[in-house]
């Protein structure tokens, strides 16, 4: 059972595949791509400049249970669709396949600049960013599909803040092209003490792109089965975890609370480590596909949101519509047929 899942042993003999994780210089997304790297997978990790992707593949090198040559990177800004772009044509340049894909990388912040004058930021890092991404790696994903022992999978991470930190009666605006540039359109000023002045961030908005991150996995599970590709999508909390970016905006309480009582990055990994690799979840599939998993590897029922069928598909659609709107401004190619 899901349960009784343990990382150290759980984890199979990766070699052979390779694996892309998004954010993977620090936090969780380092330990994701060093317990993988050492089950002997090819690992591609992505951080938004060089300087700290040598630093990382370094202190990866370093490590040894880990072959070098099994430890690669990609530079890629979430915020950027072109650094996306970028770093896809780089991959493919490089790999005929990707065998699992990790979207890691998050952002929490409580700017509201907008990004590229068209994009909330948490939208943009959290969902927009991703959707451009697993677009774009979709076809090395389906090429993997080929394989004798095809397991193809896309994590992605979520929080359950999408469940814990959103009012009752909040309304989602996923029907709406604004819900990328304005996903809190009404904005009371108890949300505004709560969730800046209580964690340091723009809570409400971050949950809210946390949301927005089930609905993709969930749709884009449903259009991938609709063609019969067996590729698992699952949604991922990986738990209250210990890490630089947590200690770097949010209060003194938050801080030394963080401090005595979070997980460690190892432990945050092991929820979407199970989701990537645990053969019980391909043996399973049905149980798990489109699915959205709390620590270690539980389902559980995610925001109501993600039943309503207006909200996914307008989600999908005016994402589909705006990133193509920047696409092509930036004249770059259109989002790939899914």
């Known amino acids: 059972m899901a349960k009784e899942w343990d990382l150290s042993t759980g984890m199979r003999n990766l070699c052979g595949k390779v694996?892309?994780?998004?954010?993977g210089s620090s936090g969780i997304g380092f330990a994701i791509v060093t317990l993988l790297a050492r089950r002997g997978a090819k690992v591609y990790f992505t951080t938004r400049s060089e300087s700290k992707a040598r630093k990382t593949q370094e202190a990866l090198a370093g490590?040894?249970?880990?072959?070098?040559?099994?430890?690669?990177?990609?530079?890629?800004?979430?915020?950027?669709?072109?650094?996306?772009?970028v770093a896809t044509d780089e991959l493919k340049s490089r790999e005929s396949k990707v065998d699992i894909l990790i979207n890691n990388a998050a952002a929490s912040t409580s700017s509201i600049e907008l990004v590229a004058g068209r994009f909330e930021q948490h939208?943009?890092?959290?969902?927009?960013?991703?959707f451009l991404f697993v677009n774009r790696v979709l076809p090395l994903l389906k090429n993997a599909l080929k394989?004798?022992?095809?397991?193809v999978?896309?994590?992605?991470?979520?929080?359950?803040?999408?469940?814990?930190?959103?009012?009752r009666n909040f309304e989602f605006q996923f029907t709406s092209p604004t819900c990328l540039s304005n996903?809190?359109?009404?904005?009371?000023?108890?949300?505004?003490?709560?969730?800046?002045?209580?964690f340091g961030f723009d809570m409400i908005r971050y949950a809210v792109s946390k949301a927005a991150v089930v609905l993709f996995t969930k749709e884009l599970?449903?259009?991938?089965e609709n063609q019969g590709l067996p590729i698992l999508c699952i949604v991922v909390h990986p738990g209250a975890v210990l890490t630089e970016g947590v200690l770097a905006i949010n209060n003194a309480f938050i801080r030394a609370l963080a401090r005595r009582t979070f997980l460690t990055a190892e432990q945050g990994a092991a929820t979407p480590l199970f989701a990537a690799t645990a053969s019980e979840v391909r043996r399973n599939a049905e149980l798990y596909q489109g699915k959205f998993l709390v620590p270690v590897g539980k389902?559980?029922?995610?925001n109501a949101v993600a039943e309503d069928d207006r909200q996914v598909k307008g989600l999908w659609q005016n994402t589909t519509v705006e990133v193509n709107k920047q696409l092509a401004a930036q004249k770059l190619p259109a989002l790939e047929a899914w």
């Not at 599970?221 to 991938?224: D, K």
């Open 299 to 302: 389902v559980k029922t995610a």
């Open 183 to 198: 996903p809190v359109p009404s904005y009371p000023w108890q949300w505004r003490f709560f969730g800046r002045f209580m």
């Open 19 to 23: 694996i892309v994780v998004t954010g």
């Open 147 to 151: 394989a004798k022992d095809a397991d």
């Open 63 to 85: 490590d040894p249970e880990i072959d070098p040559k099994n430890v690669n990177w990609l530079v890629m800004d979430l915020f950027d669709l072109k650094s996306i772009s």
């Open 123 to 130: 939208m943009a890092a959290n969902h927009i960013g991703p």
């Open 221 to 224: 599970q449903r259009r991938l």
């Open 153 to 167: 999978r896309i994590i992605n991470l979520g929080s359950i803040a999408h469940l814990s930190m959103l009012p």
